[in-house]
């Protein structure tokens, strides 16, 4: 059984960082009663005194709604007075986190569960639902929503038109996370197809260090145009192999969110691909960048899915050669062009075996 928020819900953000500091002043501006736990104590401090973030937008005052707390992980009883638990932290960190809230999250009322974050697990390549579903059980994995879309924050927090897909195997929970989230700015969208969404999210990340590779070398309009296009078809070719429908790789958490963050000088991942394609090396770009790039790495767990399905993703092969294997940009520019005609238009034969082993581990029966 699961909470039903209401009008006013009280939400617990786990993340204090850009994104969720952002969907935190969101939900205050939308009257509900916001506490958003940071690990850090001089954070908690900080914010409480003078609402604002210290390290983001630090011109930006926060709603008076939030309260920030931590660094201790909240107790049980703290997460079973919640409508809604939303999980703004890194993929890399959230089997640590879940393994560490499981226990609040058995018996009595489970809130609605709401996750934000892009990326593929590096060590597993599990998706955020696997990794759910592996350390809280199916019943928790399958009440699970996911929200992605093109909401940048400097421009999300100035409340300019944003729209955003939301997708659950449970459709009254995607429902539940639209009445939360939904206001005239803040489009939702609902769908059915988590993977597809958990899987646009994802690489699009990876396509963006492309774009931004090919920023820095100097190339223009016609150069961005073939790769977020070029991307877009790898996309939806791998997340079809997958098990995905092609479909959401059409709405806002693919072409919508391919677009924006490949075309934005604020993505973290366009930045880390404009100054690999400026010759600056990684570990430097990576030590000075100030926060998380998920697309580098989502680049290795992808590059481990792509040569399990056996598919055809030549841009994201070149991506991970440059970042893992240290290929020269422009010798993989040039290897990329090089390549024979290819058809233009083209979706895998042999599909799904990836999202039935998932399904299965949900207890859901894949469709023949």
């Not at 093109?150 to 659950?168: D, G, I």
């Not at 000075?288 to 989502?298: K, Q």
Request: proline fraction near 4%; include cysteine.
């Amino acid at each position: 059984m699961s909470h039903s928020p209401s009008l006013k819900s009280k939400i617990l953000v786990l993340g204090a960082g850009n994104f969720g500091s952002c969907l935190a002043d969101h939900l205050g501006d939308c009257d509900h009663e916001v506490f958003m736990w940071s690990r850090h104590a001089s954070f908690v401090e900080y914010f409480n005194t003078h609402h604002r973030n210290p390290t983001y937008l630090k011109d930006h005052v926060f709603s008076n709604n939030i309260r920030a707390i931590g660094p201790e992980i909240p107790r049980k009883e703290q997460i079973q007075q919640m409508d809604v638990v939303l999980f703004a932290i890194p993929t890399q960190g959230l089997r640590e986190t879940l393994i560490k809230l499981r226990g609040s999250l058995v018996g009595g009322t489970l809130p609605l569960m709401i996750f934000v974050n892009k990326g593929i697990e590096t060590d597993t390549q599990a998706l955020t639902l696997e990794i759910i579903v592996d350390t809280c059980g199916s019943d928790i994995a399958r009440a699970a929503t996911f929200i992605v879309g093109q909401s940048w924050r400097h421009w999300f927090v100035r409340r300019q038109p944003t729209s955003v897909s939301v997708a659950s195997l449970t459709e009254s929970q995607a429902q539940k996370a639209t009445q939360v989230f939904h206001q005239p700015w803040f489009r939702c969208y609902t769908g059915g197809d988590p993977i597809g969404l958990e899987l646009a999210g994802a690489l699009k990340n990876v396509y963006a260090i492309a774009a931004g590779m090919a920023d820095g070398l100097g190339f223009e309009n016609n150069t961005r145009a073939s790769l977020i296009t070029r991307g877009l078809g790898e996309m939806t070719r791998i997340g079809t192999a997958y098990g995905a429908s092609p479909l959401t790789f059409l709405g806002l958490a693919g072409v919508g969110d391919l677009f924006l963050t490949c075309s934005s000088k604020a993505s973290r991942n366009y930045t880390v691909g404009y100054r690999l394609g400026k010759g600056e090396a990684l570990e430097d770009i990576i030590n000075t960048l100030g926060s998380v790039a998920e697309g580098v790495t989502t680049a290795k767990g992808l590059k481990k899915i792509i040569d399990e399905m056996n598919v055809s993703a030549p841009i994201a092969n070149g991506i991970y050669e440059a970042l893992y294997e240290g290929k020269d940009v422009k010798t993989g520019v040039q290897e990329l062009m090089s390549r024979p005609p290819s058809r233009e238009l083209d979706l895998p034969r042999r599909t799904g075996e990836q999202a039935k082993r998932l399904l299965r581990k949900l207890e859901i029966e894949p469709m023949k």
